[in-house]
């Protein structure tokens, strides 16, 4: 066993560690598919062999854009698992099949576009601990907030109500969340606390400067107006372009509309061009698009799409909570 090898198995241990309660009898699922690197369903397996667990591992097709429905018999294999792990390239825990899951709490993990230097990383290896912790104390603070502002030095001034919403967050470990959040999905690596803003209230510019789905590293930054918590307009590079093209496909309004606002919690996350680490890092927002009804809101979209925002500056009821990009609060 090579070194990488020996690292990557003890973080893929993590994710069993955190959710899997009984490792003889649980019915664990690891869904794979044939473009992603296989040595991360590899380690995945040995890593819960080597804890007593016997999972089935699923290689499937390249699921076709972010958090479209996954194979039938991806969705019958979820619904009898206890946990199903997710390795696969493209994200799809917002998909129907898996917000069908979440509601029969059957416990997800997401580790959708994942490689094994993320694996391998300090995100990985964290300290789960905190990043519980301070999930529970960021949740709480979104919690009681009924308004939020956010600037960043590349223009982005956006506000929107939060009144009535409870927070919610990804800490590697599944369990029941604050009342009206259906959220019974962990990320690996992980780590934000997030709130889905009351819908049509998002007004301003949202600048995505860091990461996106669909996407990868962004070039240039992504600028978009919001009004009423629907994007107008999105202006950019090749990328932009790209973006609202891939909007526009899902012909279907709320593929627009602002629907998710995460702050990163996770001190090991790097920038790394994949939003599975970016988004988690520390200090980092990231704020989606579409789809929003397992994290409490009410937009119907047949995506969800994250982005990533550096440096921002965030106010909840006029206070500050991050500042040029470090949690204050
Ligand atoms: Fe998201």
Not at 115 to 127: E, K, R, Y
Not at 169 to 193: H, M
Request: charge should be negative; include cysteine.
């Amino acid at each position: 066993m090579t070194l990488l090898e020996a690292e990557l198995i003890e973080n893929a241990r993590k994710p069993f560690e955190l959710n899997v309660d009984d490792p003889e009898n649980d019915e664990v699922l690891i869904v794979t598919d044939t473009e992603q690197d296989e040595q991360l369903w590899q380690v995945l397996l040995k890593a819960a062999r080597s804890m007593g667990i016997r999972p089935t591992v699923q290689i499937v097709p390249k699921f076709q854009y972010t958090h479209s429905e996954p194979p039938a018999m991806v969705r019958e294999a979820m619904l009898n698992s206890d946990v199903t792990v997710f390795v696969t390239t493209e994200p799809v825990v917002h998909s129907d099949a898996c917000m069908e899951a979440q509601r029969q709490h059957i416990k997800l993990v997401a580790m959708e576009e994942i490689t094994a230097d993320i694996l391998a990383g300090p995100a990985a290896s964290a300290d789960y601990d905190y990043i519980y912790d301070e999930g529970v104390r960021l949740r709480e603070i979104w919690s009681r907030g009924d308004h939020v502002e956010i600037t960043t030095p590349s223009g982005m001034d956006l506000e929107a109500s939060l009144e009535g919403r409870n927070g919610y967050f990804a800490v590697s470990k599944v369990e029941e969340q604050l009342e009206g959040i259906d959220l019974y999905v962990a990320s690996f690596p992980d780590g934000e606390a997030s709130i889905a803003p009351i819908e049509g209230t998002a007004n301003g510019t949202i600048v995505w400067d860091e990461t996106m789905h669909e996407l990868g590293h962004l070039e240039e930054p992504i600028e978009a107006d919001v009004e009423d918590g629907y994007i107008t307009e999105i202006r950019g590079g090749q990328q932009a372009d790209q973006f609202r093209r891939f909007l526009e496909e899902m012909d279907h309004p709320d593929a627009f509309a602002l629907g998710e606002i995460a702050i990163g919690i996770n001190p090991g996350a790097r920038i790394t061009g994949s939003p599975r680490e970016d988004k988690k890092a520390r200090g980092y927002l990231h704020l989606a698009v579409g789809e929003n009804t397992d994290v409490g809101g009410t937009l119907e979209a047949p995506t969800h799409i994250d982005g990533v925002v550096g440096g921002a500056t965030l106010k909840i009821d006029g206070e500050l909570i991050v500042e040029d990009g470090e949690i204050v609060a």
